[in-house]
């Protein structure tokens, strides 16, 4: 059975989701469709305070900072914190959408996500995605004209649309058969949930 997991390059929650998922879903007998979201295009939907991670007290910050950096100490994953927080994620996310698209999409999201928690690459500029996608022995001048193109936009935000038609509205989100599961706390519960449906 495939599950979905959903997810953007800027979230901490879902690089820590990132690392973990594969081995649960070997350990259910699962397959993961790795599902590129714009998280932008989701928070602007929302009302008023659009991201609470960016827009959170300093209080709220500083917990959350915490969390991830337990998550990672309880998990054995390795953190670094990105000079720049949240980077921006857009030409990575397009280029992950067309890594997806032709059956690559779970290695180059794995060398993005560690690119920026664990290398603090900036994964904003192009040479550092072009390197990414070379990463996976992939051409990168080739897939990059093909995330920048406006087929590959239109067709990446119809898939975003699709996301948020089906009530996914944050990342880490894992969808199994009609059912969400949001957080990276919610994973052992997805792949329960997964067991249930079988």
């Known amino acids: 059975m495939q599950i979905q997991f959903w997810f953007d390059f800027a979230s901490p929650y879902a690089y820590v989701a990132s690392e973990r998922i594969e081995t649960l879903a070997r350990s259910h007998g699962a397959t993961v469709d790795w599902c590129p979201l714009l998280l932008g295009v989701v928070l602007k ?19 959350r900072r915490r969390d991830i950096e337990r998550l990672c100490i309880r998990n054995g994953l390795p953190l670094v ?6 980077r921006g994620s857009l030409l990575a996310m397009r280029t992950a959408y067309v890594a ?18 664990v290398h603090d690459r900036d994964i904003a500029k192009t040479e550092v995605v072009a390197d990414l996608i070379e990463a996976c022995k992939r051409p990168s001048g080739s897939v990059l004209e093909l995330a920048q193109s406006e087929e590959n936009k239109k067709a990446f935000l119809e898939h975003v649309e699709q996301a948020i038609a089906r009530g996914i509205f944050g990342v880490p989100t894992v969808v199994v058969g009609d059912e969400l599961f949001w957080g990276n706390d919610k994973l052992e519960e997805a792949f329960e949930w997964l067991e249930r449906e079988r």
């Open 81 to 86: 914190w990105p000079t720049g927080f949240p």
């Open 45 to 63: 939907r929302k009302s008023a305070d659009g991201s609470p991670f960016q827009r959170a007290t300093e209080a709220e910050h500083r917990y």
């Open 100 to 117: 997806r698209e032709q059956g690559w999409g779970r290695e180059f999201a794995n060398q993005v996500f560690r690119a920026n928690f």
